[in-house]
């Protein structure tokens, strides 16, 4: 697998929705996705917008096939997983599916990703808010990630390493204080309706 991301990375933007795939799908590859960003971006700053979009849609691509594989398999697929680990990420998914993916995949390790990503299959949310919220979170990610490559060159990987739990936290509180926001702009119309 490490060959094969040698190999992929030899392509440029190309190899990044490759690995962002393969990464998302099957293995998580050491450094994966989140450097190849940082890095081509810092090579190709014109070309930012492309590079994130290349990884996050590989990356959901990715997503998609887990989610595919643990719909089909059931809670089986969660097994592995301790029951309060299950019954803590199905709380979520059912309070706000969108949400819950689009956080788990936005934030960084030590978070469980491939649980949200295999209970949202196995526990059967749309398909449309699973695909929603993992491009959502993706983007988020990868942008914040572009930023820094452009911005600090080939010091992003030692900026990345040291903020990069920082920098993420910051913007999921972001996207947290904008869906409550939504979702209090939204109370507020239906009961205006309402009255």
Same mark, same amino acid.
């Given at each position: 697998?490490?060959?094969?991301?040698?190999?992929?990375?030899?392509?440029?933007? #190309?190899?990044?929705?490759?690995?962002?795939l393969i990464d998302s799908a099957v293995v #998580?590859?050491?450094?994966? #996705?989140?450097?190849?960003?940082?890095?081509?971006?810092?090579?190709?700053?014109?070309? @930012?917008?492309? @590079?994130?979009?290349?990884?996050?849609?590989?990356?959901?691509?990715?997503?998609?096939?887990?989610?595919?594989?643990?719909?089909?398999?059931?809670?089986?697929?969660?097994?592995?997983?301790?029951?309060?680990?299950?019954?803590?990420?199905?709380?979520?998914?059912?309070?706000?599916?969108?949400?819950?993916?689009?956080?788990?995949?936005?934030?960084?390790? #030590?978070?469980?990703?491939?649980?949200?990503?295999?209970?949202?299959?196995?526990?059967?949310?749309?398909?449309?808010?699973?695909?929603?919220?993992?491009?959502?979170?993706?983007?988020?990610?990868?942008?914040?990630?572009?930023?820094?490559?452009?911005?600090?060159?080939?010091?992003?990987?030692?900026?990345?390493?040291?903020?990069?739990?920082?920098?993420?936290?910051?913007?999921?509180?972001?996207?947290?204080?904008?869906?409550?926001?939504?979702?209090?702009?939204?109370?507020?119309?239906?009961?205006?309706?309402?009255?």
């Amino acid at each position: 697998m490490q060959r094969l991301g040698q190999y992929l990375l030899l392509w440029g933007i #190309p190899g990044l929705m490759g690995i962002s795939l393969i990464d998302s799908a099957v293995v #998580p590859m050491m450094g994966g #996705p989140d450097v190849l960003v940082a890095l081509l971006a810092w090579r190709r700053p014109m070309q @930012i917008w492309v @590079i994130i979009l290349a990884a996050a849609i590989g990356s959901t691509l990715g997503c998609l096939v887990l989610f595919r594989v643990a719909r089909a398999g059931g809670e089986v697929v969660l097994s592995r997983f301790s029951p309060e680990k299950r019954a803590w990420v199905k709380e979520k998914l059912d309070r706000n599916a969108f949400g819950a993916v689009m956080g788990g995949v936005l934030l960084p390790p #030590p978070f469980p990703t491939k649980l949200v990503i295999l209970a949202a299959g196995a526990f059967k949310i749309r398909q449309s808010s699973f695909v929603n919220g993992v491009l959502a979170g993706r983007l988020i990610r990868y942008s914040v990630l572009a930023y820094l490559g452009a911005r600090y060159g080939d010091q992003a990987a030692d900026v990345v390493k040291d903020q990069f739990p920082l920098i993420l936290s910051l913007a999921l509180a972001g996207v947290i204080l904008l869906l409550c926001w939504r979702h209090f702009r939204g109370s507020q119309r239906t009961r205006g309706a309402g009255e």
